[in-house]
């Protein structure tokens, strides 16, 4: 079991993510560059804003061309919100603009028919089963988004914005949640705790019941 590098690349703020870490006990390091990550342990990258200039900014810092190897060299790593639209292939929201291209499919604007962004608390149901995840049906969880990867048959959690979506992905040992599982109360802490749990990362605090 090892610390977590925590990718920061000026694509939002960090802190309450942060806030979550300490608070389920792990240990983690910021890293701006490659070179400045953990030896071994998951890697987590955030992201709110635009797709195209967190793909930008990332390509600046060097985890673009660095991340590929990484996972196929073991690492485990978990995109959380854009971080989760950045691992697929391509987005709407930035027209031939590659994604990492390490889950398949292409992230699609949300609707019609529904106010965009989507903001708020959105009901989620299970998918795939996975053994890092706990049961997901009827758990609540906190998104703001106005795309979403489109489901597949590797989607772990599912949710409804006018069309269904997917929630949570996973290709291997790549993981990515839709939801701000920090800001999504106890569901989101032990939703984040089982991920990291699996991938390696070792917590020094209790767990928390989930309601």
Known sequence: MSALTLIDYDAGNLASLEGALERLGFAYRRAASPDQAMDSGPIVLPGV??????QRSLRERGWWSELPGLVAGGRPLLGICLGLQLLAEGSEEAPGVPGLGLIPGLVRRLGPGV????MGWCQVRPGASHPAL?????????????????????????????????AVEARGKVMGFQPHPEKSGPNGLRLLRSALTWMGAASTAPEEPCQ
Do not use: C, I, Q
Not at 49 to 54: L, N, P, Q, T, V
């Open 115 to 118: 106010k965009v962004p989507n």
């Open 134 to 166: 706990p049961d997901a049906e009827g758990a609540w969880l906190y998104f703001v988004h106005s795309y979403a990867l489109e489901p597949s048959a590797e989607t772990l959690y599912l949710a409804d914005h006018g069309r269904p979506f997917a």
């Open 49 to 54: 804003g635009h797709f195209e200039a967190a």
